[in-house]
């Protein structure tokens, strides 16, 4: 798209403008008008500011006028401080947080000279409305250190004028080192720990505190600066450390105001130092519902880790959920990335396992018990007793397998534990799913619950598609072939499932929910007559959760024991 071929008017405008402006100020001259880079008109032109000549150059952009020119010098030098970079685009009054289409280019070089004769005649940067955020500041930073109002006050537990050993966790990842204090004091008699430890295998490195008796206002870009500054203070047996250490050490200087990051690296006589740019990361509030706090003391199993059940496990982890159970026997095959939580380095893998750390990358606090353990396939009786187990002291069990057999063992442990429940199902062709979730003695049990859905099927007097498409996964995959939905499918799918088991553990004695069961459409097919069509399924009323028990179950169990406890008088 070339704006001024479309908008021809305009551009004859736009030049009228600034040679009227030329006329009128003779402080504008040398006006040359050409075609720059990918066919952009530019002017060249030059300001008289003072006794200066000043040769900078208008831009406009692809998508003028809706978007703001740029005026950058000509020759590659910084003007103002009130400019990107060394020698980039001026700061003006008109940016691309106030700009409108009324702007022209000759308002945009007028404000060029306020800004520029501004700061000749002062000395001093002009006043600026420019606000630049911290992500803009840290924007080209190789090296961050992340600190936070709880940092904050662990360095101001540091008695002033010490130097206290100290650990900073770091790790490198999409071309930047991201460090943070992890620790003050030494790992059995430590002044503050983090409590939110970095994820992603971060390394940890020895590091100092340096707590300053007075507030100290000095640039540190090398190391003799650093070395000068610590003796300045008082710190020699410090810097010998530094220099004749034979790996990196963290510098963490703290006068009570400000914070100053460096690594000494290097070897012993060509030691080095690496200045961090300090990150503020606690820069919002809390984000999640106060009744999420509870979830911190709840576990979770999780019985299937592969579309659904990696996204669900995601959710329940960023919702602060503490311990989980994950239970997959599956290998994570390269064709599961179009819709699983899991990445590249996880192909090859066992999905319970990696899914367990791709939880402990965003909830470092959680605790995580993975199974490999094929519920339903021919393994062990130890195995899959044991694994029954771990399931059945969870507080909630979602079955995210859409397969009938580990679904009967599911409804087996909830129901003899009387365990909530859940569990979803994505219907084939991207066409929607089904969400459910069972509290004992207010819902059906399971297997009933599935009956009951199964009956609400047919009542519904529309038969599946032919092709199977719409079908539910656990009628249609019994070869193993997988049906077709993407990524955003079963993501809506997961994410009406997570909402059923955070409402179940974060309220248990309430609900947001009126049905226990919902079909969700996403596309006209079968009985939904639109995308977001949601029907809701009454299960009824709850029947029987406890085990039956029957007649003559008491004598037999006397009888049972005198067996196998031979020897023993009393076998009741």
């Not at 100020?25 to 880079?37: D, T």
């Not at 306020?114 to 420019?130: F, I």
């Not at 203070?233 to 790996?247: N, P, T, V």
């Not at 996964?473 to 059923?500: C, K, N, Q």
Request: overall charge negative; some cysteine; hydrophobic content about 40%.
């Amino acid at each position: 798209m070339i704006w001024w071929a479309e908008q021809s008017g305009r551009a004859q405008a736009e030049r009228a403008a600034v040679s009227e402006l030329a006329e009128q100020n003779p402080l504008l001259m040398n006006v040359q008008w050409r075609l720059g880079a990918d066919f952009q008109i530019a002017a060249d032109f030059d300001l008289k500011v003072g006794e200066r000549i000043i040769p900078l150059t208008l831009t406009y952009p692809e998508f003028f006028p809706d978007t703001t020119p740029s005026i950058v010098p000509r020759d590659g030098v910084r003007l103002s401080g009130h400019q990107y970079g060394e020698a980039g685009e001026l700061c003006l009054q008109y940016r691309p947080d106030n700009w409108t289409p009324e702007i022209t280019g000759a308002m945009m070089i007028e404000s060029a000279y306020r800004l520029l004769s501004v700061e000749q005649e002062t000395g001093e940067p002009a006043m600026s409305e420019h606000r630049i955020l911290p992500a803009q500041q840290a924007r080209n930073a190789v090296f961050r250190f992340l600190y936070s109002e709880n940092v904050w006050a662990g360095l101001l537990k540091v008695d002033e004028g010490n130097v206290v050993d100290a650990e900073i966790q770091e790790h490198y990842f999409s071309g930047v080192f991201a460090a943070q204090l992890a620790r003050i004091g030494s790992a059995d008699d430590y002044v503050w720990l983090e409590p939110n430890r970095r994820g992603y295998g971060a390394s940890s490195l020895e590091s100092k505190v340096v707590r300053l008796p007075e507030v100290a206002s000095v640039e540190l870009r090398t190391l003799n600066d650093l070395t000068a500054f610590l003796e300045h203070y008082g710190f020699e047996s410090l810097i010998d450390e530094l220099l004749q250490a034979s790996g990196s050490i963290g510098v963490i200087i703290f006068d009570g105001a400000s914070i100053r990051v460096s690594m000494v690296i290097g070897d012993v006589g060509s030691r080095k130092l690496i200045n961090y740019e300090q990150v503020f990361s606690e820069i919002d509030g809390v984000r999640l519902d106060p009744e999420y706090a509870r979830l911190k003391a709840v576990s979770v199993a999780v019985v299937g880790c592969g579309s659904i059940g990696s996204k669900v496990a995601m959710h329940l982890a960023r919702s602060g959920v503490g311990r989980f159970v994950l239970v997959d026997g599956d290998v994570l095959a390269s064709g599961n990335l179009v819709r699983n939580e899991l990445d590249w380095r996880a192909v090859g893998m066992h999905k319970a396992q990696t899914l367990k750390a791709r939880l402990q990358e965003v909830n470092t606090d959680c605790e995580v018990l993975s199974r490999t353990t094929v519920l339903g396939g021919q393994e062990s009786g130890g195995a899959t007793s044991a694994t029954m187990g771990y399931i059945a002291n969870c507080d909630l069990v979602i079955d995210a397998t859409a397969d009938p057999t580990v679904f009967n063992l599911c409804a087996s442990i909830a129901r003899r534990a009387k365990k909530k429940m859940c569990w979803a199902e994505v219907f084939g062709g991207g066409s929607g799913g089904i969400v459910v979730r069972l509290r004992p003695g207010i819902d059906p049990t399971p297997l009933a619950a599935r009956e009951r859905i199964e009956a609400w099927y047919t009542e519904q007097g529309v038969a599946w598609p032919e092709n199977n498409a719409s079908k539910p996964y656990s009628e249609v995959d019994s070869i193993g072939t997988p049906l077709i939905a993407d990524d955003a499918d079963v993501s809506v799918i997961a994410a009406h499932l997570s909402r059923f088991a955070i409402d179940l553990l974060a309220r248990p004695e309430s609900t947001i929910f009126p049905f226990s069961a919902y079909v969700i459409g996403m596309a006209e097919r079968w009985i939904f007559t639109a995308p977001f069509d949601v029907r809701p399924i009454d299960l009824g009323p709850s029947n029987d959760w406890d085990t039956e028990v029957q007649e003559g179950d008491s004598e037999t169990l006397e009888k049972l024991l005198a067996d196998l406890l031979p020897g023993k008088s009393d076998a009741s």
